[in-house]
């Protein structure tokens, strides 16, 4: 079946802390993977793509890993900034349906 | 300034009312999308459109529905045989439903709260 986890639910840090969010996946055929950062009431915003052959991407303080061995996606935020509170989530794209499965995010909230 | 528009930005149903949810984009892109969003679940598709005067049903299609007359217009329609309609509504648009993946990044507008009172 084809789904998308991420963990944890919900995180908060301090202000300037690095934090990491997990997403797994058993979404096939895999076409690509991207991570989204959605404000609260607002719409999603892209941050990253990923795709097979791709390990590492960075966009700013932003650094998200793929591991299409495994199924396992990463996103790392460095130095948190108070306007980094929001929810990420992942987004998985089947090559043979074209659909999107979305994950059902990480709610952040970084603290002063 | 090019982008992706949905309006209104909160809307209120009564019981046994139809309601119309609007999309623009002036992207240029073929394919839009109509999501619904609630709490603790992922996106869900309600409908999808690749092409002007064409459009399929997603996962949730029941008790929606959508015309797509223009390329840069997608408007959703919330029917009373929606039984829980209460919720976020996303739309989406890329370049192409069936692209690379540079022409499948989808990018959203600002969302619809409906709520129904």
């Known amino acids: 079946k084809n789904q998308v986890e991420q963990s944890p639910q919900s995180l908060i840090i301090l202000e300037g802390k690095n934090c990491t969010l997990q997403c797994n996946y058993t979404v096939s055929p895999f076409s690509n993977l991207r991570w989204y950062k959605q404000d609260t009431g607002r719409g999603p915003v892209s941050l990253t793509i990923m795709t097979f052959s791709e390990n590492t991407k960075s966009n700013g303080r932003y650094t998200a890993t793929l591991d299409a061995d495994t199924k396992q996606s990463s996103l790392h935020i460095t130095a948190s900034q108070l306007s980094d509170s929001a929810s990420y989530i992942c987004v998985v794209r089947n090559s043979g349906t074209y659909k999107y499965i979305f994950g059902t995010g990480t709610r952040l909230k970084v603290l002063a | 300034d090019g982008g992706i528009t949905q309006s209104p930005k909160y809307l209120f149903r009564k019981e046994g009312q139809n309601v119309t949810l609007s999309c623009e984009q002036n992207l240029n892109h073929d394919a839009m999308y109509w999501y619904r969003q609630d709490p603790g679940q992922g996106l869900r598709l309600i409908y999808y459109s690749q092409i002007v005067n064409d459009f399929q049903k997603g996962d949730i299609a029941e008790g929606y529905s959508v015309s797509r007359e223009k390329k840069e217009s997608f408007p959703l329609t919330v029917t009373s045989a929606q039984k829980n309609p209460t919720a976020f509504y996303l739309c989406?648009?890329?370049?192409?439903?069936?692209?690379?993946?540079?022409?499948?990044?989808?990018?959203f507008g600002q969302g619809t709260r409906l709520t129904v009172v």
């Open positions: 989406a648009s890329s370049k192409e439903h069936r692209g690379g993946v540079f022409s499948t990044e989808a990018f």
